[in-house]
């Protein structure tokens, strides 16, 4: 099970190496304790666009339980492009399968974490920072 993590707002993989527990940062943020964001990031990019990119390992998951990702560009576009109502379709669908997948979160949690994920790609400058995750499972 996940433990702690949060998906934000990095100017480049540099700095997206440098986050992760127990390390602070300022970027803009929206927490994912309780699901597996990597598997959890295709299964939207599916429902929002109807294809899976690869996802890009910025820190591979090592033995530690630690990863970093760069969330695939046509989610991050699709999410910031989505309207209400696709959200909820989008999130209560994920949510139906998210138990097989190992993540505990419910319907109203799913809806509230996309809301809160295309509000944060939303804010970025039209050319500014992309979308990463980090997580710990140990």
């Known amino acids: 099970m996940v433990l702690v993590g949060e998906f934000f ?22 927490l994912c304790d ?17 294809a899976e990119s690869p996802l890009r390992y910025v820190v591979p998951m090592a033995n530690d339980g630690f990863t970093v990702f760069a969330v695939p560009q046509a989610l991050s576009t699709a999410l ?11 999130a209560l669908t994920w949510a139906k399968t998210a138990s097989e997948m190992g993540d505990e979160i419910g319907p109203s949690s799913a809806v ?9 790609v939303m804010s970025r400058a039209e050319r500014g920072p992309s979308l ?6 140990p």
């Open 80 to 90: 910031a492009r989505a309207r209400t109502d696709q959200l909820r379709t989008t």
């Open 34 to 50: 309780g699901i597996y964001p990597d598997d959890a990031v295709p299964r939207w990019e599916a429902l929002l666009t109807g």
């Open 132 to 137: 990463y995750c980090w997580y710990f499972a």
């Open 112 to 120: 509230d974490l996309l809301e809160r994920l295309s509000a944060l």
């Open 9 to 30: 707002l990095a100017e480049d993989d540099e700095s997206a190496v440098r986050v992760g527990p127990r390390k602070s940062h300022d970027f803009p943020a929206v």
